[in-house]
């Protein structure tokens, strides 16, 4: 039985949205480097899609309204990684005891390379139109297998991963989604990022035989 309920996350200023069920598989927590996005139609797409393949989804804001508009707060890595690790040390213990995955957005994917280096449960990590490179030495020491998904479209941000790509030493893979830019906007290509997204977690969060 899948459901919807809401939870504390050791965050001082607000509450997350858990889309889980009995039979899960993994969970998967949402890392994105600003505010609002635990409502917006993209997360919530991404966690019915997850749902779907068998997977339960985690969805926070790291920063609240007044910090989003801020952009140093937005580009602080330390922050970001911080408030995330209270997270995953804070979840309930029958989701804690779930092989666990991270799918970062934006500065939020610097942050979950950061967090899975020193948290090696982290099985599979995931970053959509992501800043990774901006995790500096973590990206070597990162062994959680690890997909960048990136509009074909959205050349800085592609300049950006192809960098971090290189400097990765775990089980890893550069998608470029055709035409896209930041948001994946054009016809099919956020539908490609969730199908893209699922088929990572669901192989890389299935448990181990």
Known sequence: ????????????????DLFSGSAARGLVVFVHGDGGNRTSWRSLEVAHTLQRRGLSSLLFDLLTPRESDDKESRYDIDLLAGRLLGVIDA???????????????DTG??????????????????????RPELAGDALGALRA???????AADADVLAH????????????HLELVPRATH????????????????????THLAPQG
């Open 183 to 202: 948001q994946f906007l054009e016809a099919g290509a956020f539908d490609a990022v969730t199908r893209l997204a699922g088929d990572w977690f669901a």
């Open 109 to 130: 994917s610097a942050a979950a390379i950061r967090v899975a280096t020193r948290r090696p449960h982290v099985r599979a990590l995931v970053s959509r139109g992501g």
């Open 161 to 172: 991963n192809r960098r971090a790509y290189l400097q990765l030493r775990c089980q890893k």
């Open 91 to 105: 979840l309930p213990e029958d989701l804690s005891k779930l092989p666990l995955g991270l799918l970062g957005s």
């Open 145 to 151: 297998a690890t997909l960048l998904i990136v509009g």
């Open 1 to 16: 039985m899948w459901g919807h309920t809401q939870l504390e996350v050791g965050l001082p200023h607000q509450q997350a």
